[in-house]
């Protein structure tokens, strides 16, 4: 299939590997578009490959980290051996619904075999905002107001009389952007004997944004190790926690943008200042400097996966794995609105919005694995097994208003009860899978995939799909009449062909059957509860297919000094 392995030298001198995985992987791997869904450190990217493939679910490729999956964010690169992009469906197949959009396989560093080995990593960057726009200055704005009143036989604002006298004004662009500053440090030990390895490490990061108050923390620690016990017994386990924290007022920079530079920052008694009663004169865009310092926006996330294989060898051609994962997330927002006489539109309430959010996931694979070579001359390989995972999400939020005090703002001291809301959720996903993998001297190559996936946020109907796959691929390097003196100039060459078709499950939850709320109306003198329908039942939905076809060519040039693979494809989404 379209597999291209990312070489970790060449992402982590390319400096956008200093500030985004998600940006330095779409930088140097082709069809890999990644976009952060704003420019806040530790913002969520988005990361497709070949496109997005989808428009009424998620598109999103596949992160798996050593075979779970993962967020970018929550990854430290010092602490990653390889990158590997699966593009085709081919290639991606064997992941079923959960590699439609494509699958980024990531290995984390294991140890080796010697004396312990201490690494210390150090990085420093800085960021600044480009590309900023020059805005008006006081003087500027003022005179053109007056033109453009004057024009319209409108009273100009007699304060503006002479434009020249008001000088530079505020560019409040300049007051809210900063230079950022990102430093992130990691240590790791790593070692082990000729049965036994392990590789422990620790991260910190610290970045503020180029936007004043908004900053990010992020805390790593990981510990993975393998066992030989014996002969035919191994067992490998995978420890990673993280902890981040993401601080940012209430800002636009848009509202940084038409806010008037005739407006101080604050008035000569130290408060907020506003726009005048006047809209015409002085705009109604509320002071963006002091709602960015008033009002706090935290978010605190904890994440915790742990995995252990245990790999049973029956004899040197088959094998049995079994894995079994574990994968808990926490994270708790927290926001504060201070009461406040804003201009032109006052705050007259103080208001405090917390939730709290969990999702723990359970994942237990298990699978054999076959390969022998038949005659020294027929090679054979089959994967065969199954895999069942299960989510379970609930959240708790409420929003309290009007406190006696703006630094004490517990819960339990607000006087008016805004809201209150909860729910859960789950879904659960069982696979069955095979892979056969066949190789006549290394020349003629066939890989085939099937996969049923049975998934619960389908209806009992349509709840199972089967997914297939199969690629041909040609070394014409390998034939006898190759030209074997050529080799400085090409050294390999491979045809390859394949097509296949993956599901797409991320629909979200319980689509298939009707939802209701309650909700409380006057009937009468009193109220009473009702059962709202909110969505209407769609027993008919079903999985989302992406049928795509892929044409390659791979070779290895001037001694294999350079690699090209060139790809041409067809992606169908199908039933979105």
């Known amino acids: 299939g379209a597999i291209t392995t990312v070489d970790l030298g060449t992402l982590k001198s390319s400096g956008a590997a200093s500030t985004s995985i998600t940006n330095a992987l779409a930088g140097n791997v082709a069809g890999i578009i990644g976009m952060q869904q704003s420019g806040a450190p530790g913002e969520v990217s988005n990361f497709w490959i070949r496109g997005i493939s989808t428009f009424g679910a998620n598109a999103n490729a596949l992160i798996l980290v050593d075979g779970f999956e993962r967020s970018m964010n929550e990854l430290n690169i010092e602490d990653i051996e390889s990158f590997s992009v699966l593009k085709d469906a081919s290639a991606t197949a064997i992941y079923g619904s959960r590699g439609a959009n494509g699958v980024v396989m990531i290995t984390s560093k294991r140890g080796v075999e010697g004396a312990g080995k201490v690494t210390v990593n150090a990085n420093w960057a800085v960021q600044n905002a ?13 005179a053109l107001s007056n033109d453009m009143l004057s024009n319209n036989d409108d009273n100009t604002n007699p304060y503006w009389a002479d434009p020249s006298l008001l000088g530079a004004g505020t560019n409040w662009l300049d007051e809210m952007l900063r230079t950022g500053v990102k430093q992130s440090y990691s240590v790791s030990y790593s070692g082990g004997t000729e049965k036994a390895h392990y590789y422990v490490s620790g991260g910190f990061l610290d970045q503020s944004g180029i936007v004043e108050s908004v900053n990010y923390r992020r805390f790593n620690f990981q510990a993975n190790s393998d066992a030989q016990v014996n002969k035919w017994l191994k067992f490998t386990t995978n420890l990673t926690f993280s902890t981040d924290v993401k601080e940012g007022g209430s800002y636009s920079i848009g509202d940084a943008m038409k806010a008037l530079p005739t407006q101080p920052v604050k008035n000569e008694d130290g408060s907020w200042s506003g ?15 002091g709602t960015l310092h008033m009002m706090t926006n935290e978010t605190k996330g904890y994440n915790f996966l742990a995995n252990i294989t245990g790999e049973i060898t029956f004899t040197k051609w088959l094998k049995l794995k079994s894995t079994f994962g574990y994968d808990a997330k926490f994270w708790f927002a927290d926001n504060f609105t201070p009461a ?23 994942l237990w694979d298990n699978y054999f694995v076959f390969d022998h070579t038949f005659a020294r001359k027929h090679r054979v390989g089959v994967m065969a097994g199954s895999s069942a995972q299960w989510n379970n999400y609930d959240y708790l939020n409420a929003q309290k ?8 703002h517990e819960m339990d001291n607000g006087e008016k009860m805004y809201s209150l809301g909860g729910s859960q959720s789950d879904w659960a996903l069982l696979s069955l899978m095979a892979r056969l993998n066949y190789s006549y001297e290394d020349k003629y190559l066939l890989t085939a995939t099937v996969r049923r996936d049975g998934s619960s946020r389908f209806g009992k109907n ?25 080799n400085f100039l090409m050294n390999d060459l491979k045809l390859r062909v394949g097509y296949g078709v993956t599901g797409n499950q991320e629909i979200g939850n319980y689509g298939f059957v009707a939802s209701y709320n309650t909700g409380v109306y006057p009937f009468g003198n009193n109220n009473s509860t009702a059962l709202v329908s909110t969505t209407l039942s769609n027993p008919n939905i079903h999985w989302e297919e992406v049928r795509q076809t892929n044409f390659g060519v791979d070779m290895s040039l001037f001694n294999s000094r350079v690699n090209l693979s060139l790809d041409a494809y067809i992606k169908k989404t199908a039933d979105m």
């Open 462 to 486: 349509n709840r199972w799909g089967t997914f297939p796959s199969v690629s041909l691929a040609w070394r014409i390097s390998q034939e006898n009449w190759f030209p074997k003196d050529n």
């Open 340 to 362: 406040y006489n804003w201009k032109p539109n006052p705050v007259e309430e103080s208001s405090r919005y917390k939730s709290d959010n969990k999702s723990f996931t359970y």
């Open 401 to 408: 208003n009007i406190f006696m005090f703006d630094n004490i």
């Open 275 to 289: 726009p005048g009663q006047e809209a015409q004169w002085y705009g109604s865009i509320r002071n963006p400097i």
């Open 130 to 142: 480009t590309k900023v726009p020059d805005m008006l200055n006081a003087a500027q704005y003022a």
